[in-house]
């Protein structure tokens, strides 16, 4: 079909979400009939709980269907607020705390607030490839941190990047796609190497709920002066499965958290309003389901990794938090094959999706998510041990 439009070089240096796409295409394949483990899945296995829903319904029967403010309804700032100081000693008013559609989009937001053109953001790999191509949409140029396996960051690990340039260091604990933390005590470390170099911390937090063995620690909790300096970003997607819902937020200094709301109102005004009533009840409500689902994304962790143990050809790590495991598949790629045609091979040959490491910038590995059943990831696992045996 004849075109008018040539993309301007903003769209053509911008690599589309490798995952969604990904996913997109595994999605089209089920519906066309093909038997498809789909292991790249990025959200939650369970429905978003009852009492979530009702406080949506409720809130469509009273008719809350118009505009709300820009940042968000105001009981919901109060609650977020109310939770990040229950949750994460962190001591925001609700006028520092935004609402808005997904995490993603106030991840995109702190960035345009934040740099200005040539500005460099650390951003340590393997990384969730948003990141990249938000920061070089805001005209940052991101200076990738290369971490080695278990993939835990540490502050001797951001030193050697920092430049005369340097503006922000992105945090994401537990990460996507490895599931590391970062230890309390490297936190602590960061934070004072932040201060010292006047550096904006972006702590993407949105895996928290989803710690196995340890407490979450948020690092604007740490100090005053780092607080002052960090844009706390979480959101509900996967703490209370709400990813189509459409909800995140975030908390910082008020001159951020206005840059960012101004930055809002001229793009996608308020997140909708029923979603943002169905959030209050989410943070109002008994927490029992999201401890229910933490249960669950554990048993099929544990499932997971029983399997993939018995898979000598493959190492990893157990991963602390998230709902991925991040696989080193070196031994099994050569000279002319890279990790993504790997995964095509086996989407082909064994009908399972994964997720190639070149999405998060680190190839020869493969990202698969537990957020899954345990009969799904039973099948899936076996599957990727037979096409590795050669027996498929
Ligand atoms: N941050 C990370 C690390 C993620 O993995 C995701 C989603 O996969 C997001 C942010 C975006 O979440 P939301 O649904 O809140 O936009």
């Avoid at 949409?137 to 991101?142: D, F, H, Q, T, V």
């Avoid at 002319?336 to 064994?350: G, N, P, R, V, Y």
Wanted: hydrophobic share 40%; glycine share 6%.
């Amino acid at each position: 079909m004849p075109t008018h439009y040539h993309p301007v070089s903003r769209i053509k240096n911008l690599a589309p979400s490798v995952t969604l796409a990904l996913d997109a295409k595994v999605k089209n394949m089920i519906a066309e009939g093909t038997d498809i483990v789909n292991l790249t899945v990025g959200e939650p296995n369970f429905d978003t709980p009852e009492y979530i829903k009702n406080a949506a319904i409720e809130a469509l029967h009273k008719g809350y269907t118009h505009y709300t403010a820009t940042a968000g309804i105001a009981q919901l700032r109060e609650a977020v607020a109310q939770k990040f100081f229950q949750d994460n000693d962190i001591e925001y008013t609700s006028s520092e705390v935004i609402v808005g559609v997904g995490s993603k989009q106030l991840l995109f937001h702190a960035f345009m607030s934040l740099l200005e053109k040539g500005d460099e953001v650390l951003v340590p790999v393997p990384t969730w490839g948003s990141y990249m191509e938000q920061i070089k949409l805001a005209e940052g140029i991101p200076v990738l941190i290369p971490l080695q396996s278990p993939f835990k960051l540490t502050c001797a690990d951001i030193e050697a990047f920092i430049t005369s340039k340097t503006k922000v260091l992105l945090l994401n604990s537990p990460s996507n796609p490895t599931g590391a933390i970062i230890e309390k005590k490297e936190l602590e470390k960061i934070a004072q190497l932040a201060i010292e170099k006047k550096l904006w911390i972006v702590s993407d937090e949105i895996y928290e709920k989803l710690i196995y063995e340890q407490e979450h620690i948020s690092i604007a909790s740490l100090s005053t002066e780092i607080k002052d300096r960090t844009i706390t970003i979480n959101g509900f997607s996967k703490a209370y499965a709400m990813t189509g819902w459409r909800i995140g937020y975030a908390g910082g200094p008020l001159p951020v958290i206005k840059a960012m709301e101004a930055l809002q109102s001229q793009t996608t005004s308020n997140t909708c309003s029923i979603t943002q009533y169905a959030a209050w009840g989410a943070l109002k409500g008994n927490q029992r389901d999201v401890q229910k689902m933490k249960v669950g994304f554990e048993q099929q962790r544990n499932v997971a990794n029983k399997l993939l143990s018995k898979i000598p050809q493959v190492t990893y790590s157990q991963p602390e938090g998230a709902f991925y495991f991040f696989i080193n598949i070196q031994k099994l790629l050569n000279s002319s094959m890279t990790s993504a045609e790997w995964c095509e091979l086996l989407l082909e040959k064994a009908t399972v999706a994964l997720v190639p490491g070149e999405a998060f910038y680190f190839p020869g590995y493969v990202r698969l998510s537990f957020a899954n059943s345990v009969e799904n990831l039973e099948r899936g696992i076996l599957r990727i041990q037979q096409f590795i045996e050669g027996t498929l």
